[in-house]
């Protein structure tokens, strides 16, 4: 993994797991999938994060 950063203005987690350049980018929910020309996945961008951080803290915390 190269670097973790979270951007606060955004509301965004990014995990960049590769320097390689962005091709195209497929969003599900409230995760965004970056990758290279050659299908690698670049960049995961978890959107809302303290939001989702929260819900599933709430929920892991009622299941047990």
Same mark, same amino acid.
């Given at each position: 993994m190269k670097?973790?950063?979270y951007s606060k203005d955004v #509301?965004?987690?990014l995990i960049e797991l590769s320097s #390689?350049?962005?091709a195209?980018?497929?969003h599900e929910g409230q995760?965004?999938?970056h990758y290279s020309q050659d299908a690698k996945l *670049?960049? *995961?961008e978890i959107l809302d994060f303290r939001r989702l951080m929260s819900h599933e803290m709430v929920t892991a915390l009622l299941a047990s």
């Open positions: 670097k973790i950063s #509301d965004a987690l #390689d350049p962005i195209y980018a497929e995760v965004i999938l *670049v960049l *995961v």
